[in-house]
């Protein structure tokens, strides 16, 4: 919760930001497209992926593990399924998020549960439906072309 309460102050400094600016044109056609309400908002299902029960011991299963779960991120995002997701960078239980784009935490389960660390018990995913920006569906095909290397090579 506290995590929630802290993420707000800093969607809404963006939003500060971003009003000091001169409004562009309504584009309706990408609104519709983005799946974006009369706000340019929309429904998301945040999840933060938490250490869970089963450590791995042996370095080689642990590498094959984390790089089957970054090819089911791929795989995901690839689908249209996952908007955004990243680990975070300090040594904290809370190991990263991703935003799904689902509007209900039941779809949000059947696809965490096509993860293979989640399946492996090394993470498990605590959900919460989220409103944010519909221009975050830009984001993977805007990734697509700044990635030079993928993760999961």
Request: contains cysteine.
């Amino acid at each position: 919760m506290l995590r929630l309460k802290l993420l707000l102050p800093l969607l809404l400094m963006g939003i500060a930001c971003l009003a000091q600016t001169e409004k562009p044109a309504y584009n309706a056609a990408l609104a519709q497209k983005l799946g974006a309400d009369q706000y340019g908002m929309k429904k998301y299902v945040m999840a933060f992926l938490k250490e869970g029960p089963t450590k791995i011991t042996d370095a080689k299963a642990g590498q094959e593990l984390q790089m089957a779960h970054l090819r089911n991120i791929m795989k995901l995002a690839a689908e249209g399924k996952l908007v955004l997701a990243g680990p975070f960078m300090d040594d904290h239980p809370i190991r990263g998020i991703f935003i799904f784009n689902v509007a209900t935490i039941e779809e949000a389960q059947g696809l965490t549960a096509t993860d293979p660390a989640i399946k492996a018990g090394t993470l498990v995913m605590e959900l919460h439906p989220w409103y944010g920006s519909a221009a975050l569906m830009q984001v993977v095909p805007i990734h697509n072309t700044l990635e030079k290397k993928s993760v999961a090579e």
